[in-house]
């Protein structure tokens, strides 16, 4: 079965910088285009970003655009996300998943549903 498993999530400050990981395991990880969503208190989960299998298509949310970035390293099965300028509404947990259908990205046209697999969660804290 697919497991994913984020790290890297913490408290930091307005300005301030962080990375996650995601780890994954129990699939083809070069096989699936892979995304990063986050979920505020209150809030529905947001899709933020997202990569294509080999690496070479990108979407960012409005929200992050020019302040976040994705990135993978098939050899070890991992997705990252650069964060940086921090803002405090982008407090929230952040999760990644794998993308439904292998071999297939959607880009900008995804939503929550194109997803099967959902990491546990890290939070992530910006104060201001």
Do not use: H
Request: charged content about 15%; hydrophobic content about 35%; glycine content about 10%.
């Amino acid at each position: 079965q697919v497991q994913l498993v984020e790290s890297g999530g913490g408290l930091v400050q307005a300005g301030g910088s962080l990375r996650l990981s995601c780890v994954a395991s129990g699939l083809t990880f070069s096989s699936y285009a892979m995304a990063w969503f986050r979920q505020a208190p209150g809030k529905e989960r947001e899709l933020i970003a997202t990569i294509s299998s080999a690496g070479s298509m990108t979407y960012y949310a409005d929200s992050v655009k020019e302040r976040f970035t994705i990135s993978r390293n098939n050899a070890v099965n991992s997705v990252f996300l650069q964060m940086s300028n921090l803002k405090p509404e982008d407090t929230a947990v952040y999760f990644c998943a794998t993308r439904r259908a292998p071999r297939s990205y959607g880009g900008s046209r995804d939503t929550e549903n194109d997803y099967a697999s959902w990491g546990q969660g890290t939070q992530v804290t910006v104060s201001s």
